[in-house]
């Protein structure tokens, strides 16, 4: 019996815990729209602030969460 309970108490605190998904990666368009600004601003942004980006051959990804944080990073920056 005793078993039984500490075996349902294992299984109740493993489908418990949630299951984080990663966060898709972006493509240059969406990113542009995203920030509500063209292709030309985000590369100099990339060059000049450091906007967090990856190219992959020809192809620039971004984490949309990365791009946000440094966003907000940027009018701390000014203060």
């Known amino acids: ?3 039984r309970l500490l075996y349902r108490r294992e299984l109740s605190a493993v489908s418990a815990e949630p299951t984080s998904v990663p966060e898709p ?3 240059m368009k969406e990113i542009c729209a995203h920030l509500g600004v063209n292709r030309d601003t985000v590369i100099v942004w990339m ?3 450091g ?3 990856v190219k992959t051959g020809r192809l620039w990804k ?3 969460g990365e791009v946000d944080a440094w966003m907000r990073g940027l ?3 000014g203060n």
């Open 75 to 77: 009018g701390k920056q």
């Open 47 to 49: 060059k000049t602030l």
């Open 25 to 27: 990666w972006v493509s």
């Open 51 to 53: 906007l967090p980006g």
């Open 1 to 3: 019996m005793r078993l």
């Open 62 to 64: 971004f984490k949309p």
